[in-house]
T-cell receptor, first 115, second 111 residues
Framework: EAGVTQSPTHLIKTRGQQATLRCSPI?????VYWYQQALGLGLQFLLWYDEGEERNRGNFPPRFSGRQFPNYSSELNVNALELEDSALYLC??????????????FGPGTRLTVL | DAKTTQPPSMDCAEGRAANLPCNHS???????VYWYRQIHSQGPQYIIH???NNETNEMASLIITEDRKSSTLILPHATLRDTAVYYC????????????FGKGTRLSVIA
């Protein structure tokens, strides 16, 4: 069974540009979570989508946004990039909330570098 | 904020059992204890979770105290590939919340 996949593996942008990161969940999973892991700051929750809807949002500015498509894949968009947005962006998927066994499984991440 | 407390680092000799403690004194009745690990710059890997009974799978065992205020993750025969940061996370059993990661324990397995 294929795991969570993310693309691209690496992404280099300059300040002010926009970045788009993509995630494909495990087959059968409807929930997708995005996390940011910046150097020295640990893993921080960004966004959660389930059944195409945004369910929860972490403490990040509105220029961090995303969406979930009908096939449950997801995009994370970061507008007006700042240097401190440089980080490893991790996507995780799980079964729908409330179902037994809804632990989250993570992808390998996208390393975003903002110059 | 994370609801768990873990030692920042631990060492373990290869082949020996690694026992990683976690305090979660404010855990509520509807919360599970989850363990994940992150090998350098990779995505976190799910290990195990439990509510109140001890749990075992092919990777590890989870021992939860009777009052549920602390737990221990046991890797029975640590190998060099188990070197990673281990995160203990408390999460609602409904699963309708994201994972809140603390700083975790950096386990170094030494040959």
């Amino acid at each position: 069974e294929a795991g969570v996949t993310q693309s691209p593996t690496h992404l280099i942008k300059t300040r002010g540009q926009q970045a788009t990161l993509r995630c494909s969940p495990i087959s059968g999973h409807t929930s997708v979570y995005w996390y940011q892991q910046a150097l020295g700051l640990g893993l921080q929750f960004l966004l959660w989508y389930d059944e195409g809807e945004e369910r929860n949002r972490g403490n990040f500015p509105p220029r961090f946004s995303g969406r979930q498509f009908p096939n449950y894949s997801s995009e994370l968009n970061v507008n007006a990039l700042e240097l401190e947005d440089s980080a490893l962006y991790l996507c995780a998927s799980s079964l729908a909330p409330g179902l037994a066994g809804n632990e989250q499984f993570f992808g390998p991440g996208t390393r975003l570098t903002v110059l | 904020d994370a609801k768990t407390t873990q030692p920042p680092s631990m060492d373990c000799a290869e082949g020996r059992a690694a026992n990683l403690p976690c305090n979660h004194s404010t855990i509520s009745g509807n919360e599970y204890v989850y363990w994940y690990r992150q090998i350098h710059s990779q995505g976190p890997q799910y290990i195990i979770h439990g509510l109140k009974n001890n749990e075992t799978n092919e990777m590890a065992s989870l021992i939860i105290t009777e009052d549920r205020k602390s737990s221990t993750l046991i890797l029975p025969h640590a190998t060099l590939r188990d070197t990673a940061v281990y995160y203990c996370i408390v999460r609602s059993r409904s699963g309708n919340t994201p994972l809140v990661f603390g700083k975790g324990t950096r386990l170094s397995v030494i040959a």
